[in-house]
C-alpha cells in the first residue's frame, strides 16, 4: 500500500467557482476512496468540449464550486474496499461511463450502457455516500461526470477505471478517455465500414475526425468530411479524409450532393454535431439497400428527428451510439494495444500542451477553436 493510503491528500486542482470564470488553482483536500473507489494520482489530462460547455452553463443546472476534467491518465495511489481488479502502481485511464460487471447492460455484448456508472452530468457527489471526496477549508467541492481530473488526485468509482498496458504513454492515451474513442467506436464498432467501403462524416471536431480514423483504420476508399468550416478540410486530410463538402455551399442539400458524388449514396455515414438536420441529412445520404447511419452528436432536448419511413423500407439503417459502444474497463485496454502496435495514430489528435498552472489557455485554444485537443501536463 502507498503511504498516503487512507489518508486525506493535500494537492492543487483548478477550481472552477463560477460559470465561466476562469478556473482557479487552489490547495484541496482529496479524501481517500470508500468502497468500490479508487484514488488516483492525475499525471496527464486533456480538456474536452464537454468540459467547456458544463464550465459555462448555459444549457444546463449549474453546480459549483466543481472540479472538471474527464480524459485523463494516472496511476493509482490506493483503492477502498472490495476493489480486486486495481492495486496501487497500475497505469490508470478514468473514464465518465463506467462498467459495473453485474447489471444487464455489462452481462450483454450489445451494449455498454451501465445502469450503475452510466454519465449523470447533474450528480457532483459520489455513489457510495452521497458525499464529495474534495473540499477546501471544510467546503465541500463537486465532482464532475464522477471524475473530475482537473486535479492532482481524484477519487472514481473502481468501475469507471480501465487499467491499461504500463509502457503506454500517459501524455498520448489519455485522450482515448472519451472523445475519441466516441468517435473511433462510432464507426469500427456500429457502422462497421467494409473495406473499399465510401463513407461520410458531418463534423470535423475531435469526435468526427476520430470517426474519420476509424473509417481510415477500416480501408474506407472514400472518406468524405462534411463541415460548415471550410479550413478544417485541411487538418482532415490527415484523419483519411479525401473530399470535402461544406453544405452551405450548396443550393441543394447536402444529402443530394453526397447521392450524386458516390452513385446514390455513401455505404456508411457518422454524425458528429449534434445538428438535427446533420442527423437527418447523415441518414438520408446513405445507400438505400444497405447503408448504414449512425448518430453520435447529443442534440437540443427538445429537438425531434423526422424523415419519410420509406427511407427506412428501402433497407437503410439508423443506429445511435454511446462513448462508441466500449465498455471501458473491457475494451479500452485493447485499444490502448492498437496505438501501441501502431494502427491508431493518437498524435495528429493533440495540437497543443500546457502547464497545469496554464489549464485555462487550454479552454482559450478550444473557444478560439484552434485546438483538437490540448494536454495538460499535471508536475511541472
Given at each position: 500500500?502507498?503511504?498516503?493510503?487512507?489518508?486525506a491528500i493535500k494537492c492543487r486542482a483548478a477550481v472552477a467557482w463560477e460559470a465561466g470564470k476562469p478556473l482557479s488553482?487552489?490547495?484541496?483536500?482529496?479524501?481517500?476512496?470508500?468502497?468500490?473507489?479508487?484514488?488516483?494520482?492525475?499525471?496527464?489530462?486533456?480538456?474536452?468540449?464537454?468540459?467547456?460547455?458544463?464550465?459555462?452553463?448555459?444549457?444546463?443546472?449549474?453546480?459549483?464550486?466543481?472540479?472538471?476534467?474527464?480524459?485523463?491518465?494516472?496511476?493509482?495511489?490506493?483503492?477502498?474496499?472490495?476493489?480486486?481488479?486495481?492495486?496501487?502502481?497500475?497505469?490508470?485511464?478514468?473514464?465518465?461511463?463506467?462498467?459495473?460487471?453485474?447489471?444487464?447492460?455489462?452481462?450483454?455484448?450489445?451494449?455498454?450502457?451501465?445502469?450503475?456508472?452510466?454519465?449523470?452530468?447533474?450528480?457532483?457527489?459520489?455513489?457510495?455516500?452521497?458525499?464529495?471526496?474534495?473540499?477546501?477549508?471544510?467546503?465541500?467541492?463537486?465532482?464532475?461526470?464522477?471524475?473530475?481530473?482537473?486535479?492532482?488526485?481524484?477519487?472514481?468509482?473502481?468501475?469507471?477505471?480501465?487499467?491499461?498496458?504500463?509502457?503506454?504513454?500517459?501524455?498520448?492515451?489519455?485522450?482515448?478517455?472519451?472523445?475519441?474513442?466516441?468517435?473511433?467506436?462510432?464507426?469500427?464498432?456500429?457502422?462497421?465500414?467494409?473495406?473499399?467501403?465510401?463513407?461520410?462524416?458531418?463534423?470535423?471536431?475531435?469526435?468526427?475526425?476520430?470517426?474519420?480514423?476509424?473509417?481510415?483504420?477500416?480501408?474506407?476508399?472514400?472518406?468524405?468530411?462534411?463541415?460548415?468550416?471550410?479550413?478544417?478540410?485541411?487538418?482532415?486530410?490527415?484523419?483519411?479524409?479525401?473530399?470535402?463538402?461544406?453544405?452551405?455551399?450548396?443550393?441543394?442539400?447536402?444529402?443530394?450532393?453526397?447521392?450524386?458524388?458516390?452513385?446514390g449514396g455513401v455505404d456508411r455515414a457518422i454524425e458528429c454535431t449534434g445538428s438535427i438536420q446533420a442527423m437527418i441529412?447523415?441518414?438520408?445520404?446513405?445507400?438505400?439497400?444497405?447503408?448504414?447511419?449512425?448518430l453520435v452528436g447529443v442534440p437540443s432536448k427538445d429537438d425531434a428527428f423526422k424523415t419519410h419511413p420509406m427511407n427506412?423500407?428501402?433497407?437503410?439503417?439508423?443506429?445511435?451510439?454511446?462513448?462508441?459502444?466500449?465498455?471501458?474497463?473491457?475494451?479500452?485496454?485493447?485499444?490502448?494495444?492498437?496505438?501501441?502496435?501502431?494502427?491508431?495514430?493518437?498524435?495528429?489528435?493533440?495540437?497543443?500542451?500546457?502547464?497545469?498552472?496554464?489549464?485555462?489557455?487550454?479552454?482559450?485554444?478550444?473557444?478560439?477553436?484552434?485546438?483538437?485537443?490540448?494536454?495538460?501536463?499535471?508536475?511541472?
Open positions: 500500500m502507498s503511504s498516503t493510503a487512507g489518508q488553482m487552489e490547495e484541496v483536500e482529496v479524501a481517500p476512496p470508500q468502497a468500490g473507489e479508487v484514488r488516483l494520482k492525475i499525471l496527464f489530462t486533456s480538456l474536452c468540449h464537454t468540459d467547456v460547455y458544463f464550465w459555462e452553463a448555459k444549457g444546463q443546472t449549474p453546480l459549483f464550486p466543481r472540479i472538471f476534467g474527464h480524459e485523463a491518465g494516472g496511476v493509482v495511489e490506493s483503492v477502498g474496499e472490495g476493489v480486486t481488479h486495481l492495486k496501487p502502481g497500475d497505469h490508470a485511464l478514468p473514464v465518465f461511463t463506467g462498467e459495473c460487471g453485474e447489471c444487464p447492460h455489462c452481462k450483454s455484448e450489445e451494449s455498454n450502457m451501465c445502469d450503475l456508472l452510466r454519465i449523470n452530468t447533474d450528480r457532483g457527489v459520489m455513489l457510495n455516500d452521497g458525499k464529495t471526496r474534495f473540499s477546501k477549508n471544510g467546503q465541500p467541492i463537486y465532482h464532475f461526470v464522477g471524475t473530475s481530473t482537473f486535479s492532482e488526485y481524484t477519487v472514481v468509482h473502481a468501475g469507471c477505471v480501465a487499467k491499461i498496458n504500463p509502457a503506454a504513454p500517459l501524455d498520448k492515451v489519455c485522450v482515448l478517455s472519451c472523445g475519441i474513442c466516441t468517435g473511433l467506436g462510432a464507426t469500427i464498432n456500429v457502422a462497421k465500414p467494409k473495406p473499399g467501403s465510401t463513407v461520410a462524416v458531418f463534423g470535423l471536431g475531435a469526435v468526427g475526425l476520430a470517426a474519420c480514423e476509424g473509417a481510415r483504420i477500416s480501408g474506407a476508399s472514400k472518406i468524405i468530411g462534411v463541415d460548415l468550416v471550410n479550413s478544417r478540410f485541411e487538418e482532415a486530410k490527415k484523419f483519411g479524409v479525401t473530399d470535402f463538402v461544406n453544405p452551405k455551399e450548396h443550393s441543394k442539400p447536402v444529402q443530394e450532393v453526397i447521392a450524386e458524388m458516390t452513385s441529412s447523415a441518414f438520408e445520404c446513405v445507400h438505400d439497400g444497405w447503408g448504414v447511419a449512425v427506412l423500407l428501402n433497407e437503410r439503417t439508423l443506429k445511435g451510439t454511446f462513448y462508441g459502444n466500449y465498455k471501458p474497463r473491457t475494451d479500452l485496454p485493447n485499444v490502448v494495444e492498437k496505438y501501441m502496435k501502431g494502427e491508431l495514430e493518437l498524435e495528429k489528435f493533440i495540437t497543443h500542451t500546457v502547464t497545469f498552472s496554464e489549464i485555462n489557455k487550454a479552454f482559450d485554444y478550444m473557444l478560439k477553436g484552434q485546438s483538437i485537443r490540448c494536454i495538460i501536463r499535471m508536475q511541472e
